[in-house]
């Protein structure tokens, strides 16, 4: 009798230990698919407006969203004349990469003076420092990674033979009028 006790017993332990490991897996996909689902710093549901009479020609805002850094670039006509025709970029057309639908590819804006991109680098997530074109010494302008110096045009995207190898992420944003800009989904 006593050992029968003690073989239900053990095959109760094995359940229990059995039902534990399916519950830790099944909680582990569940994140896992959670985070392949949503974009880098997805932030659905916040939403964070932006002044966009704060923003001189020329000049870049830097705010953060959710966990990310993003800048918002009020493009002046130097910027934009410097995005035509740069053949050294690995996606000139802006066909690859994380970015709203409905943009303008090449300029990867909903407007062409405004430029909204998460502003760390798409490899290590480094922040980007902005380099305007008429500071930039042999290139177009746009952003340099601090750690490695990866380069990105005016447009986010990224110039051939960096250790990037994919554009500046662009986040969900929409207009509010002509000065107001809001990020996130609403």
């Known amino acids: 009798m006593h050992a029968t006790n003690d073989s239900l017993t053990r095959v109760r332990i094995r359940a229990l230990i059995k039902l534990m490991v399916l519950g830790a897996a099944l909680l582990?996909?569940?994140?896992?698919?959670?985070?392949?689902?949503?974009?880098?710093g997805d932030t659905r549901g916040e939403t964070l407006r932006v002044d966009l009479a704060e923003i001189a020609p020329g000049e870049a805002l830097r705010v953060i969203h959710g966990s990310r850094h993003v800048l918002v670039?009020?493009?002046?006509a130097a910027w934009q004349a410097a995005l035509a025709g740069d053949d050294e970029l690995v996606d000139p057309e802006a066909r690859r990469g994380q970015q709203p639908d409905g943009l303008?590819?090449?300029?990867r804006s909903f407007r062409p003076e405004w430029l909204v991109v998460i502003g760390?680098?798409?490899?290590?997530?480094?922040?980007?420092?902005?380099?305007?074109?008429?500071?930039?010494?042999?290139?177009?302008?746009?952003?340099v990674d601090r750690c490695r110096g990866g380069?990105?045009?005016?447009?986010?995207?990224?110039?051939?033979?960096?250790?990037?190898?994919?554009?500046?992420?662009?986040?969900?944003?929409?207009?509010?009028?002509?000065?107001?800009?809001?990020?996130g989904r609403p």
């Open 104 to 107: 303008d590819r090449p300029l």
């Open 73 to 76: 670039v009020h493009r002046d």
């Open 120 to 143: 760390e680098s798409a490899d290590l997530g480094c922040e980007l420092d902005l380099v305007h074109p008429d500071e930039a010494d042999g290139w177009s302008g746009g952003f």
């Open 28 to 40: 582990l996909v569940g994140v896992m698919l959670r985070y392949a689902f949503s974009g880098p």
């Open 151 to 183: 380069r990105y045009d005016g447009a986010g995207r990224v110039y051939a033979d960096q250790s990037a190898r994919r554009n500046l992420p662009i986040p969900d944003y929409r207009f509010a009028g002509d000065d107001q800009l809001i990020l």
